[in-house]
T-cell receptor, first 113, second 109 residues
Framework: KAGVTQTPRYLIKTRGQQVTLSCSPISGHRSVSWYQQTPGQGLQFLFEYFSETQRNKGNFPGRFSGRQFSNSRSEMNVSTLELGDSALYLC????????????FGEGSRLTVL | QKEVEQNSGPLSVPEGAIASLNCTYSDRVSQSFFWYRQYSGKSPELIMSIYSNGDKEDGRFTAQLNKASQYVSLLIRDSQPSDSATYLCAFGRTYKYIFGTGTRLKVLA
């Protein structure tokens, strides 16, 4: 059974650019969550999608957005990149929201220069 | 009060010893509890989930849940240098997952 797949794994952007990250959840999982992780900050929750609808949102500016498609695949977008957006972006999927086991992808490491 | 509290460590234990990691949480309605292991530069890997009071064992790992006292712990028996990582606890609540900031474990050979 394939795990959560994230692409791209690594990317380098410059300030002001935008970036789109992709996530394919485990087959059968309809809940997809996104997290940002920076050294010393722990996992910061960005948002969660379920059945193509954003269900929960963390405390991030509107530059961070996402969407989910009918096949449960999800994308997140960050516009007008800032240096502080450099981080590991993690996607996770679960079968049952909030109670089921949450599985993470390998992450997309974004560096903003 | 933080929703989840973990000692950041590092917790250093000698090889072969038992490592004990603890986590307290503030939400009494939480139903699901998880332990993740995260190696430096890698993503979190689920190692244990526990839903009921008591102990749950899986190989060298034992998770202990006490809902009345609002804590969950992870015991790692026969610790190996390869267990050196950051361990995150998490709980599920109302369609959300709340993560601790992690305890860094160092197993000394």
């Amino acid at each position: 059974k394939a795990g959560v797949t994230q692409t791209p794994r690594y990317l380098i952007k410059t300030r002001g650019q935008q970036v789109t990250l992709s996530c394919s959840p485990i087959s059968g999982h309809r809940s997809v969550s996104w997290y940002q992780q920076t050294p010393g900050q722990g996992l910061q929750f960005l948002f969660e999608y379920f059945s193509e609808t954003q269900r929960n949102k963390g405390n991030f500016p509107g530059r961070f957005s996402g969407r989910q498609f009918s096949n449960s695949r999800s994308e997140m977008n960050v516009s007008t990149l800032e240096l502080g957006d450099s981080a590991l972006y993690l996607c996770a999927s679960s079968f049952r929201r909030g109670t089921g086991e949450l599985f993470f992808g390998e992450g997309s490491r974004l560096t903003v220069l | 009060q933080k929703e989840v509290e973990q000692n950041s460590g590092p917790l250093s234990v000698p090889e072969g010893a038992i490592a004990s990691l603890n986590c307290t949480y503030s939400d009494r309605v939480s139903q699901s509890f998880f332990w993740y292991r995260q190696y430096s530069g890698k993503s979190p890997e689920l190692i244990m989930s526990i839903y009921s009071n008591g102990d749950k064992e899986d190989g060298r790992f034992t998770a202990q849940l006490n809902k009345a006292s609002q804590y969950v712990s992870l015991l790692i028996r026969d610790s190996q240098p390869s267990d050196s990582a950051t361990y995150l606890c998490a709980f599920g609540r109302t369609y959300k997952y709340i993560f601790g900031t992690g305890t860094r474990l160092k197993v000394l050979a």
